[in-house]
């Protein structure tokens, strides 16, 4: 997958998987990985998808219908390459931290409900549930912030408390943060989710 690998000070530090909204890059989030842990090495990936030109990390049937087919083999291919990632730069696995915007917190997410150890943590901006009806795998000790919004077009409040639940259903430790700016990706938020990180993941 097409992606940038910046190496950190601190090797003891996560690494920050970073995953761009629909229509964004590789590029795009770069400042909120730095933003969130300086010293953290970052890895940030592009998807693989393009709708009408724009850059997505599976396809989408609709706004917010999501072709399940290609979710389940997208978040395979990421997975995977996480595991090559891992090896080729040399870091640790078993201990990288997802921050993903909207259909990057999605296949952020997809990798949760899919995968026991995808993850160690997650940052999830405007996430929706990826999929229902399928047993998720045990997340205890997975950390997971989900930034929502109260009046988020794309995600209802309601289905951001469902996803915390199913994530909490499966052991995982989740915060839940209410932002009022609808699917964007506000300053507090940012701030809310370093707060979290800081205290959370250390
Ligand atoms: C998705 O397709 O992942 C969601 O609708 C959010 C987005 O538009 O990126």
Redo the contacts with the bound molecule.
Sequence with gaps: MKHIFQKGNDPTKPVLLVLH??GGNELDMLPIAGRIDADASVLSVRGNVLENGMP???R?LA??V?DEEDLIFRTKELHDFLDEAAEKYQFDRDNIVAIGY??GA?IAGSLLFHYENALKGAILH?P?VPRRGVELPNLEGKSIFIGAGSNDP?CSPEESTELQSLLESANANVHLHWENWGHQLTVSELEAAKKWYEETIK
């Design positions: 909204g629909t997505r990390f599976f989408r706004e917010g999501f909207s259909n999605n405007h929706m794309m």
